[in-house]
């Protein structure tokens, strides 16, 4: 028993004394028990997850900066000023007095809008609203610069308006191809509303071709839902590239609780052909026949004894025009030009517009139950003149 404590005491002490000599060497030599030293980074050099870039743990995120940064140098805002003269109301001890000789008042009426440079040259496109009766019209580009511009030229037929802007160095929008848009297609809309400098909004073509909303003789807008606010119109709607396909022009309804997200745009295609003309002669050139059409629907066309065939009806018509030197009067359906049925009164003025003045035509009409096909010569479309708002 003695011999058995003696062995189990000596056992004891040799195992302490075998961990405390294993733990001295594994301290001293580590690599003879394959354990590597841990290193201290030194502070300066140290990783931090916070220094990490993000682009080594988290994909990029989809950006239209780039497109903005290309097209909103461009944008610039308007602001307009008139004088407006009012007849002021007699005090109510002055009407007492009988007959007063008339007072009036002249105040000065603001409005601000958009407007994009397409050109080094100084041309501003913007809409024929914005700058119409305007005594004054001061440019501010985005890189703060204020100019004063001259009108060049006012289209209201389109409500579109080309101004000059005499200082160099200018940011030109580049332009795009509006009739390769579909609907889908992200957009951008960048302006200046309520007079907070250029903003940015985003949304998609909701429509393409959208016409008869009364707000231009020839309509063609774009649709979408990038928001449109007062101090867009005449701003630019651009693509994901950064080029421009619209002027921004309206919106269907402003009252509380109506319609959101339908705004109207001009596209570019547009703004292009009318730009051009107005550059080059002052004014546009469209074709004319000398009469006003207004929409018919088939079962008017149907209760004229005529069948459903649609087409317009003549409500006015200027003497001496093409039309009645012809035959054509008041009253008269309009079906057919050129051999193609006309869609609405819409359809067939833009289609005449299209013509130069001396081209011929063939009419298809009916006089009452008569149908009858004469051949017309195109004059040129009076220009509408501009009114103030």
Known sequence: MRNARMVLSFLVRAVIVGLAAAFVL????????????????????????????????????????????????????????????????PAPIEQMFGDNWPAYRRRIERSLGSGVIIDPAGTIVTNQHV?????????????????????????????????????????????????????????????????????????????????????????????????????????????????????????????????????????????????EQIL??????????????EDLSPDQSARLGIGAVGGVAVVNILVKSPAFENGVRPGDLITGLNGEPVKSAQDLVSRVALLAPGASVELDGHHGRDPYKVTLSVIERPTRQPQTP
């Open 26 to 89: 594994v301290w001293w030599k580590p690599e003879l028990f394959g354990v590597l030293p841990q290193r201290r980074i030194p502070a300066a050099t140290a990783v931090t997850p916070s220094a990490t870039p993000a682009s080594l743990h988290e994909p990029a995120l989809p950006s239209f900066a780039d497109a903005v940064a290309r097209a909103a140098p461009a944008v610039v805002n308007i602001y307009t000023a008139r004088v407006v003269t009012e007849r002021t109301a």
């Open 280 to 293: 080059k002669q002052g004014h546009v050139v469209r074709g004319w026949l000398g009469f006003l059409p």
């Open 131 to 275: 700058i119409a009766g305007a005594d004054s019209i001061r440019v501010q580009l985005a890189d703060g610069r204020i100019a004063e511009a001259t009108v060049t030229g006012q289209d209201p037929d389109t409500d579109l308006a080309v101004l000059h802007l005499s200082i160099g160095n200018l940011p030109v929008m580049p332009l795009g191809r509006s009739d390769e848009l579909r609907v889908g297609d992200i957009v951008l809309a960048i302006g200046n509303p309520y007079g907070l400098q250029q903003t940015v909004t985003q949304g998609i073509v909701s429509a393409t071709g959208r016409g008869q909303l009364g707000l231009a003789t020839f309509e063609n807008f774009i649709q979408t839902d990038a928001a449109i606010n007062l101090g867009n119109s005449g701003g630019a709607l651009i693509d994901a590239r950064g080029e421009l396909v619209g002027i921004n022009t309206a919106i269907l309804n402003r009252a509380p609780g109506g319609p959101e997200g339908i705004g109207f745009a001009i596209p570019v295609n547009l703004v292009r052909g009318v730009t």
